[in-house]
């Protein structure tokens, strides 16, 4: 027999509704002599050759994830609650697609249809210009998993197992040991993708047939068709196992009896926490988690009222199962084994400032976690004359000003090893002659002290502690390393910054822009400068000063680019270099959300502007 075909016209709304009610009425009933006289009379109404819109093969829900969190939340949000950055500036507000009655309603072909060729009147972008029909239907099953939870889809599963496999089959192609001769198959593409779940459940309820299983409750119901949903929509396999062990690092033995927390992160957003209780051998293990690779999982748990985190993990490829075990410490209020084993520094410019990044870099030699003394765990101080001071990654004021000027302290603990803590402060130096003299104290003895800085003509470093190393070109920039050794608490690393007046830069949009316009995107220090920065200055810290370089950027030439689609490019570009580092585990996780947010935000901005917006 072959194939049924229908046309759908996008244009004719009252046909789509027509059509959609007919064939959950073909779907969801076992009566012959109904099912054709409907499918007669589609005949009869539609005689066109091909599905409206259908997708060729399964889409992935792991494929629109990607593209979802390039494009899609800087509006609709991370997890699609309709809070991304941009929300704000939209008249009518973005829905929150976490509501399971946003979705319910319309079938994956109208949000195909949307995604495609957007709703401007909403501002809402047309995507079809930019990706292909393949993607756009991945970005529809992504939408679809924003309603649902992996949890909500194993009750769905159980539910659909236990109540409709026997006659629609365990992947719902009509094969069940019960299956009458005309039950239809629930992972036919072209049917299922353009019906919703609405659909569904209206027809359910029509059936004679389903009468022995008209028990379910509504919400057992739409359990069951989420679970239907993923026969035609690839969702990621949930049979991931993560088990682990805490050891005391200061004792060397399993600490038992520990509460242990599993945090789930998928692009930029927190999806999952899953929490269990550790043996008392300190053994703990999570079960049914996707093994998606876009799935990331980190531990954690508390002892001594001090958090431990394990290294962000994913699933191996083609492994189900994993180990992710935990380190934890005794704590210690003795300094003894604390010491600054490195400050490092990153130097770049803006139209009124020197921008600094400083790394203290703090070392702990001993086995356990030092706490610090009367709430302090590290003194100290920045320039006298800084400006705009803000710590990277400081969500809960961890580092304080001292009321009488003594500089900033924080009680964070200092864990054992070479990197125990990393304190990442930015802070401008102002100027306003060619010439800035710039005085560091030192808060500590320290073994090393490294800078880093962007070269540009006749601007010059001159310090009678720094000693220049090297010059090196990488991506059209040139950058300089400076060195000392063996400064002590107290001291003062001197140095000025002379030829401030020759320096040009990218000229921001002028005020009278027109709206959804933007500047060309801010820089970021390219991947292989990054790495040589750590190779350079020593110690992964220095990355997430690297993704924190400042939005002016001094160029050799003004240049502008009025050609929006080289805009995007490059943007995209920028994304992908930042996606790149933070897989390689090189970044900080607040550091790669903040960059990507930021930049996410003018792509947004930029398709506006590309749409008329």
Known sequence: MGKRTLVISENDDARNCVVRRAYSAVFNTHDALRTTFLVIGLCLLFTLPAYAQSPDTQPAVSG???LWSENCAPCHGPAGAGDGPTS???????????????YRASAPVDHFDIIKNGRIENLMPPWGNRFDDAQIWDLTAYVWSLHTTPDDLVKGAEIYTERCAACHGEG???DGVQASADINDLADLQVVSQQSLADWQNGFTEAAVHADIADLS???????LDHIRTFSFAVPQRNGILSGQIINGTTNAPQ????VTLYTFSGDAAVEEHTTQADSEGNYRFENLSTDPEAVYVVESRFDDVSYLSQPSPFPDDNNAQSLDLNIYETTTDAESISLSRLNNLVSFTPEAVRIIELFILGNEGDKTYVGQDGSSFTFDLPHNATNVSFQNDLSNRFVEAADGGGYTTNEPIFPGEEGLVIVAVYDLPYDSDTLAVEMPIPADVDSVSMLMELQPNVELVSQQLQFIERRTLQNSEFGTYSTQALTEGDVLTFEISGLDNLTFETPPPSNTPAGSVAAPPSIIDQNVVRWAVLGLGGVAIIMAALLYPRYRPRLVHTTDDDP???????LLLLTRLDE???????DEQVFQQARAEYKAELMRLMKMESGD
């Not at 939209?90 to 976490?98: A, D, F, R, S």
């Not at 509504?218 to 069951?224: G, N, Q, S, T, V």
């Not at 038992?256 to 509460?259: H, Q, R, S, V, W």
């Open 88 to 102: 704000q500036s939209i008249e009518n507000g973005v829905p929150n697609l976490l509501d399971p009655e946003v």
């Open 256 to 259: 038992g009896d520990l509460e």
């Open 172 to 174: 719902g192609a009509g």
């Open 64 to 66: 629109g994830r990607a």
């Open 581 to 587: 580092t933070y897989e390689a585990g090189e970044i």
């Open 218 to 224: 509504d919400e057992e119901l739409w359990l069951a």
């Open 565 to 571: 689609i080289r805009r995007r490019q490059r943007l």
